[in-house]
Protein backbone atom coordinates (compact mmCIF):
# COMPACT_ATOMS: atom_id res chain seq x y z
CA UNK A 1 0.00 0.00 0.00
CA UNK A 2 1.24 3.09 -1.13
CA UNK A 3 1.17 6.39 1.32
CA UNK A 4 0.42 9.46 -0.23
CA UNK A 5 -1.52 12.08 2.44
CA UNK A 6 -0.28 12.25 6.37
CA UNK A 7 -2.53 12.94 9.08
CA UNK A 8 -0.97 14.22 12.23
CA UNK A 9 -3.04 14.82 15.24
CA UNK A 10 -1.47 17.62 17.45
CA UNK A 11 0.88 20.45 16.37
CA UNK A 12 2.95 20.74 19.53
CA UNK A 13 7.03 20.45 19.43
CA UNK A 14 6.86 16.71 17.74
CA UNK A 15 3.82 17.41 15.84
CA UNK A 16 5.23 20.28 13.89
CA UNK A 17 8.21 18.79 13.20
CA UNK A 18 6.77 15.99 12.24
CA UNK A 19 4.38 17.92 9.29
CA UNK A 20 7.93 19.96 8.76
CA UNK A 21 9.36 16.55 7.46
CA UNK A 22 6.73 14.55 5.81
CA UNK A 23 6.04 18.29 3.66
CA UNK A 24 9.81 18.14 2.89
CA UNK A 25 9.35 14.62 1.68
CA UNK A 26 6.76 15.38 -0.95
CA UNK A 27 3.85 14.02 1.48
CA UNK A 28 0.38 15.91 1.35
CA UNK A 29 -0.23 16.68 5.02
CA UNK A 30 -3.15 17.49 7.18
CA UNK A 31 -2.22 19.07 10.65
CA UNK A 32 -4.52 18.79 13.25
CA UNK A 33 -5.15 20.22 16.61
CA UNK A 34 -7.58 21.52 19.39
CA UNK A 35 -6.12 24.95 19.13
CA UNK A 36 -6.27 27.47 16.23
CA UNK A 37 -3.01 29.18 17.97
CA UNK A 38 -0.92 26.36 18.41
CA UNK A 39 -1.57 25.27 14.83
CA UNK A 40 -0.78 29.01 13.95
CA UNK A 41 2.25 28.79 15.75
CA UNK A 42 3.00 25.46 14.74
CA UNK A 43 3.31 27.17 11.11
CA UNK A 44 5.66 30.17 11.95
CA UNK A 45 8.10 27.46 13.72
CA UNK A 46 8.42 25.00 10.34
CA UNK A 47 8.89 28.46 8.50
CA UNK A 48 11.48 29.53 10.95
CA UNK A 49 12.95 25.96 10.81
CA UNK A 50 13.20 26.05 7.23
CA UNK A 51 14.26 29.45 6.38
CA UNK A 52 17.43 27.95 8.63
CA UNK A 53 17.63 24.83 6.46
CA UNK A 54 17.67 27.16 3.54
CA UNK A 55 19.77 29.47 4.60
CA UNK A 56 22.63 26.61 4.96
CA UNK A 57 21.67 25.55 1.98
CA UNK A 58 20.35 22.07 3.36
CA UNK A 59 17.33 22.64 1.09
CA UNK A 60 15.76 25.20 -1.92
CA UNK A 61 13.69 27.79 -1.58
CA UNK A 62 11.27 26.49 -3.99
CA UNK A 63 11.30 23.37 -1.71
CA UNK A 64 10.33 24.97 1.23
CA UNK A 65 7.84 27.33 -0.87
CA UNK A 66 6.32 23.40 -1.84
CA UNK A 67 6.88 22.18 1.02
CA UNK A 68 4.85 24.61 3.12
CA UNK A 69 2.33 24.69 0.50
CA UNK A 70 1.52 21.19 1.44
CA UNK A 71 0.36 21.51 4.81
CA UNK A 72 -3.16 21.91 5.58
CA UNK A 73 -4.12 22.92 9.03
CA UNK A 74 -7.10 21.91 10.47
CA UNK A 75 -9.26 21.70 14.07
CA UNK A 76 -11.57 19.25 13.13
CA UNK A 77 -10.13 16.19 13.81
CA UNK A 78 -12.24 14.40 11.44
CA UNK A 79 -10.64 15.94 8.50
CA UNK A 80 -8.13 13.38 8.43
CA UNK A 81 -10.49 10.84 7.80
CA UNK A 82 -9.03 10.61 4.03
CA UNK A 83 -5.49 10.11 4.81
CA UNK A 84 -3.60 6.97 4.38
CA UNK A 85 -1.32 7.05 7.44
CA UNK A 86 -2.55 8.80 10.52
CA UNK A 87 0.27 9.62 12.92
CA UNK A 88 -1.03 10.64 16.87
CA UNK A 89 1.48 13.15 18.35
CA UNK A 90 -1.03 14.53 20.88
CA UNK A 91 -0.43 14.88 24.78
CA UNK A 92 1.40 11.70 26.18
CA UNK A 93 -1.72 10.99 28.27
CA UNK A 94 -3.58 8.02 27.70
CA UNK A 95 -7.11 8.73 28.11
CA UNK A 96 -6.90 11.67 25.72
CA UNK A 97 -5.10 9.69 23.06
CA UNK A 98 -7.64 6.52 23.29
CA UNK A 99 -10.72 9.99 23.23
CA UNK A 100 -8.80 11.00 19.94
CA UNK A 101 -8.68 7.12 18.42
CA UNK A 102 -12.20 7.14 18.97
CA UNK A 103 -13.64 10.17 17.76
CA UNK A 104 -11.22 9.62 14.62
CA UNK A 105 -11.85 5.87 13.31
CA UNK A 106 -15.65 6.12 12.36
CA UNK A 107 -14.22 8.30 9.71
CA UNK A 108 -11.16 6.40 8.62
CA UNK A 109 -11.35 4.86 5.45
CA UNK A 110 -10.91 1.24 6.61
CA UNK A 111 -7.07 0.50 5.26
CA UNK A 112 -5.70 3.59 6.55
CA UNK A 113 -2.88 3.09 9.27
CA UNK A 114 -2.69 4.43 12.41
CA UNK A 115 0.28 4.96 14.47
CA UNK A 116 0.82 6.69 17.78
CA UNK A 117 4.09 8.79 18.01
CA UNK A 118 3.88 7.87 21.86
CA UNK A 119 7.41 7.55 23.54
CA UNK A 120 6.14 5.24 26.44
CA UNK A 121 2.32 4.15 26.32
CA UNK A 122 1.91 0.59 25.42
CA UNK A 123 1.01 0.01 21.65
CA UNK A 124 -0.62 -3.67 22.16
CA UNK A 125 -2.45 -1.79 24.75
CA UNK A 126 -3.39 1.55 22.55
CA UNK A 127 -4.18 -0.72 19.45
CA UNK A 128 -6.37 -3.07 21.45
CA UNK A 129 -8.94 -0.86 21.58
CA UNK A 130 -9.07 0.35 17.86
CA UNK A 131 -10.85 -1.48 15.18
CA UNK A 132 -7.43 -1.99 13.83
CA UNK A 133 -5.06 -3.39 15.77
CA UNK A 134 -3.15 -5.44 12.93
CA UNK A 135 -3.09 -1.77 10.99
CA UNK A 136 -1.78 -0.24 14.29
CA UNK A 137 1.50 0.89 15.36
CA UNK A 138 4.21 3.08 17.10
CA UNK A 139 6.13 5.69 15.23
CA UNK A 140 8.20 7.11 17.39
CA UNK A 141 10.51 10.42 15.85
CA UNK A 142 12.92 12.29 18.18
CA UNK A 143 13.49 15.60 19.07
CA UNK A 144 14.57 17.63 17.04
CA UNK A 145 12.62 15.97 14.47
CA UNK A 146 13.88 17.35 11.34
CA UNK A 147 17.64 17.21 12.62
CA UNK A 148 17.39 13.44 14.49
CA UNK A 149 17.78 10.42 12.07
CA UNK A 150 16.48 7.70 13.87
CA UNK A 151 12.70 6.61 13.94
CA UNK A 152 12.12 3.87 16.09
CA UNK A 153 9.04 1.60 14.51
CA UNK A 154 7.39 -0.41 17.76
CA UNK A 155 5.04 -3.66 16.68
CA UNK A 156 2.07 -3.97 19.04
CA UNK A 157 1.35 -7.71 19.17
CA UNK A 158 -1.20 -7.87 16.52
CA UNK A 159 0.95 -5.25 14.36
CA UNK A 160 0.79 -7.01 10.68
CA UNK A 161 3.98 -7.16 8.00
CA UNK A 162 2.02 -5.00 5.22
CA UNK A 163 1.56 -2.18 8.00
CA UNK A 164 4.92 -2.19 9.21
CA UNK A 165 6.76 -2.25 5.50
CA UNK A 166 3.96 0.47 4.70
CA UNK A 167 5.58 2.73 7.75
CA UNK A 168 9.03 1.60 6.92
CA UNK A 169 8.81 2.87 3.39
CA UNK A 170 7.95 6.06 4.51
CA UNK A 171 10.61 6.40 7.14
CA UNK A 172 13.42 5.21 4.15
CA UNK A 173 11.81 8.55 2.08
CA UNK A 174 12.49 10.87 4.89
CA UNK A 175 15.91 9.85 4.85
CA UNK A 176 15.83 8.48 8.17
CA UNK A 177 16.99 5.22 9.72
CA UNK A 178 13.98 2.87 11.27
CA UNK A 179 14.88 1.08 14.75
CA UNK A 180 12.54 -1.54 14.63
CA UNK A 181 11.69 -2.22 18.22
CA UNK A 182 9.70 -4.95 20.32
CA UNK A 183 6.80 -3.16 22.70
CA UNK A 184 8.03 -3.22 25.70
CA UNK A 185 8.08 -0.71 28.16
CA UNK A 186 10.23 2.58 26.79
CA UNK A 187 10.88 0.70 23.47
CA UNK A 188 14.61 1.31 22.79
CA UNK A 189 15.70 4.57 22.99
CA UNK A 190 13.81 5.80 26.27
CA UNK A 191 14.80 2.31 27.92
CA UNK A 192 18.33 3.35 27.53
CA UNK A 193 18.38 7.20 27.58
CA UNK A 194 16.05 7.64 30.84
CA UNK A 195 17.73 5.87 33.30
CA UNK A 196 21.31 7.29 32.15
CA UNK A 197 19.75 10.86 32.80
CA UNK A 198 17.76 9.80 35.78
CA UNK A 199 21.46 8.66 36.79
CA UNK A 200 22.40 12.40 36.44
CA UNK A 201 20.24 13.31 38.85
CA UNK A 202 20.98 11.10 41.07
CA UNK A 203 24.36 12.14 40.54
CA UNK A 204 23.12 15.79 41.47
CA UNK A 205 21.12 15.00 43.90
CA UNK A 206 24.11 12.80 45.82
CA UNK A 207 26.59 16.22 45.95
CA UNK A 208 28.76 14.10 43.38
CA UNK A 209 29.08 16.88 41.02
CA UNK A 210 27.14 20.14 40.40
CA UNK A 211 24.99 20.73 37.17
CA UNK A 212 28.41 22.41 35.33
CA UNK A 213 30.35 19.40 36.11
CA UNK A 214 27.91 16.61 35.27
CA UNK A 215 26.95 18.46 31.98
CA UNK A 216 30.59 18.94 31.07
CA UNK A 217 31.89 15.41 31.81
CA UNK A 218 29.31 14.10 29.67
CA UNK A 219 29.95 16.20 26.90
CA UNK A 220 33.28 16.08 26.93
CA UNK A 221 34.02 13.06 28.85
CA UNK A 222 31.79 11.01 26.77
CA UNK A 223 31.59 13.03 23.12
CA UNK A 224 27.30 13.43 24.03
CA UNK A 225 26.19 16.40 22.25
CA UNK A 226 24.57 17.46 25.33
CA UNK A 227 24.77 16.97 28.90
CA UNK A 228 22.65 14.77 30.57
CA UNK A 229 21.00 17.74 32.54
CA UNK A 230 20.69 20.00 29.70
CA UNK A 231 19.28 17.29 27.52
CA UNK A 232 16.47 16.38 30.82
CA UNK A 233 15.77 20.42 30.04
CA UNK A 234 15.37 20.04 26.35
CA UNK A 235 13.20 17.25 26.65
CA UNK A 236 10.99 18.44 29.40
CA UNK A 237 11.21 17.17 33.33
CA UNK A 238 7.49 16.10 33.37
CA UNK A 239 8.18 13.74 30.12
CA UNK A 240 11.52 12.22 31.97
CA UNK A 241 9.63 11.71 34.96
CA UNK A 242 6.85 9.66 33.40
CA UNK A 243 8.78 7.87 31.54
CA UNK A 244 10.72 7.04 34.16
CA UNK A 245 7.32 5.74 35.54
CA UNK A 246 6.40 3.41 33.15
CA UNK A 247 9.86 2.22 33.18
CA UNK A 248 9.71 1.50 37.05
CA UNK A 249 5.75 0.37 36.78
CA UNK A 250 6.13 -1.39 33.61
CA UNK A 251 9.70 -3.56 34.28
CA UNK A 252 8.99 -3.95 38.09
CA UNK A 253 12.39 -3.25 38.88
CA UNK A 254 13.86 -0.91 41.67
CA UNK A 255 16.44 0.36 39.21
CA UNK A 256 14.21 2.67 37.23
CA UNK A 257 13.30 4.26 40.19
CA UNK A 258 12.96 7.77 39.28
CA UNK A 259 15.44 9.85 41.27
CA UNK A 260 13.21 12.20 44.26
CA UNK A 261 15.17 15.50 43.19
CA UNK A 262 13.60 15.10 39.41
CA UNK A 263 10.21 14.27 41.60
CA UNK A 264 10.79 17.44 42.98
CA UNK A 265 11.20 19.82 40.04
CA UNK A 266 7.94 18.36 38.70
CA UNK A 267 5.94 19.49 41.91
CA UNK A 268 8.03 22.85 41.64
CA UNK A 269 6.44 22.97 37.79
CA UNK A 270 10.48 23.54 36.69
CA UNK A 271 9.67 21.60 33.91
CA UNK A 272 12.86 22.70 31.89
CA UNK A 273 12.97 24.92 28.56
CA UNK A 274 9.34 25.03 28.25
CA UNK A 275 8.77 27.01 31.71
CA UNK A 276 11.90 28.46 31.50
CA UNK A 277 13.33 26.99 34.23
CA UNK A 278 14.74 23.48 35.30
CA UNK A 279 18.39 22.57 36.18
CA UNK A 280 19.13 25.91 34.25
CA UNK A 281 17.63 28.84 34.43
CA UNK A 282 16.36 30.19 30.92
CA UNK A 283 14.33 33.58 32.37
N1 LIG B 1 14.84 22.33 12.80
C1 LIG B 1 15.71 22.29 11.78
N2 LIG B 1 17.04 22.27 11.96
C2 LIG B 1 17.50 22.35 13.23
C3 LIG B 1 16.66 22.39 14.36
C4 LIG B 1 15.27 22.39 14.10
N3 LIG B 1 14.38 22.39 15.10
N4 LIG B 1 17.42 22.44 15.47
C5 LIG B 1 18.70 22.41 15.08
N5 LIG B 1 18.75 22.35 13.72
C6 LIG B 1 19.95 22.19 12.89
C7 LIG B 1 20.77 23.45 12.78
O1 LIG B 1 20.33 24.25 11.72
C8 LIG B 1 22.15 22.90 12.52
O2 LIG B 1 22.28 22.56 11.15
P1 LIG B 1 23.73 22.47 10.41
O3 LIG B 1 24.40 21.24 10.93
O4 LIG B 1 23.38 22.37 8.98
O5 LIG B 1 24.48 23.71 10.77
C9 LIG B 1 22.18 21.62 13.33
O6 LIG B 1 20.81 21.25 13.52
C10 LIG B 1 22.84 21.80 14.66
O7 LIG B 1 22.17 22.86 15.36
P2 LIG B 1 22.87 24.03 16.16
O8 LIG B 1 24.16 24.38 15.51
O9 LIG B 1 21.86 25.12 16.37
O10 LIG B 1 23.08 23.46 17.61
P3 LIG B 1 23.88 22.22 18.10
O11 LIG B 1 25.05 21.90 17.26
O12 LIG B 1 24.06 22.51 19.53
O13 LIG B 1 22.85 21.00 17.95
C11 LIG B 1 21.08 19.60 18.66
C12 LIG B 1 21.57 21.03 18.48
C13 LIG B 1 20.89 18.98 17.27
C14 LIG B 1 19.74 19.69 19.34
C15 LIG B 1 22.14 18.78 19.46
O14 LIG B 1 22.46 19.45 20.64
C16 LIG B 1 21.69 17.39 19.78
O15 LIG B 1 21.76 16.49 18.97
N6 LIG B 1 21.23 17.17 21.04
C17 LIG B 1 20.74 15.89 21.51
C18 LIG B 1 19.32 15.73 21.07
C19 LIG B 1 18.75 14.41 21.52
O16 LIG B 1 19.36 13.58 22.16
N7 LIG B 1 17.48 14.18 21.13
C20 LIG B 1 16.77 13.01 21.51
C21 LIG B 1 15.95 13.30 22.70
S1 LIG B 1 15.08 11.85 23.20
C22 LIG B 1 13.69 11.86 22.32
O17 LIG B 1 13.39 12.74 21.56
C23 LIG B 1 12.81 10.69 22.55
C24 LIG B 1 11.84 10.80 23.64
O18 LIG B 1 10.87 10.07 23.57
C25 LIG B 1 11.98 11.65 24.82
Redesign the pocket.
Known amino acids: MEIKSIGIVGAGQMGN ?1 IA ?1 VMALAGYDVMLNDINQETLTAAME ?1 MTR ?2 D ?2 VS ?1 E ?1 ISADAQKDALGRIITTTTLTDLGQTDLVIEAATERETVKQAIFEDLIPHLKPNTILTSNT ?2 ISITRLASRTDRPERFMGF ?9 KLVELIRGIATDEETYAACKAVVDRLDKTAASAEDFPGFI ?2 RI ?2 PMINEAVYTLYEGVGNVQSIDSSMKLGAN ?3 GPLE ?1 AD ?2 GLD ?2 LA ?1 MNVLHDGLADTKYRPCPLLTKYVEAGWLGRKTQRGFYDYR
Not at 140 to 148: A, G, I, L, Q, Y
Open positions: GHTNMRQRKSSHFMNPVPVMVNLMHPMLFITCI
